[in-house]
């Protein structure tokens, strides 16, 4: 399945994730056939990611960067932060 992915891909996982397997993940994306992935983990991350712990304002910021670059540089109807 990973090698028909050829849209961009970010994925993003906590090295503390006891729900979903990082090693899986890390064979998602690397199997993955899109010329434009990324993982990024989260040291001590769970599983949920955009709940409020140390590390969320990161989260997000990877999140919205990302978006925002593969938007263009631009969010058409998005605020400003």
């Given at each position: 399945?990973?090698?028909?992915?050829?849209?961009p891909l970010l994925?993003?996982?906590?090295?503390?994730?006891?729900?979903?397997?990082?090693?899986?993940?890390?064979?998602?994306?690397g199997a993955a056939?899109?010329?434009?992935?990324?993982?990024?983990?989260?040291?001590?991350?769970?599983?949920?990611?955009?709940?409020?712990?140390?590390?969320?304002?990161?989260?997000?910021?990877?999140?919205?960067?990302?978006?925002?670059?593969?938007?263009?540089?631009?969010?058409?109807?998005?605020?400003?932060?």
């Open positions: 399945m990973s090698a028909s992915l050829t849209c994925a993003i996982h906590g090295d503390a994730d006891r729900c979903t397997s990082l090693p899986a993940v890390r064979r998602l994306v056939a899109s010329a434009d992935k990324s993982l990024v983990v989260f040291p001590g991350g769970y599983h949920e990611l955009l709940h409020p712990w140390e590390g969320r304002d990161k989260a997000v910021a990877t999140l919205r960067d990302w978006v925002v670059a593969h938007a263009g540089g631009r969010v058409p109807g998005a605020a400003k932060m």
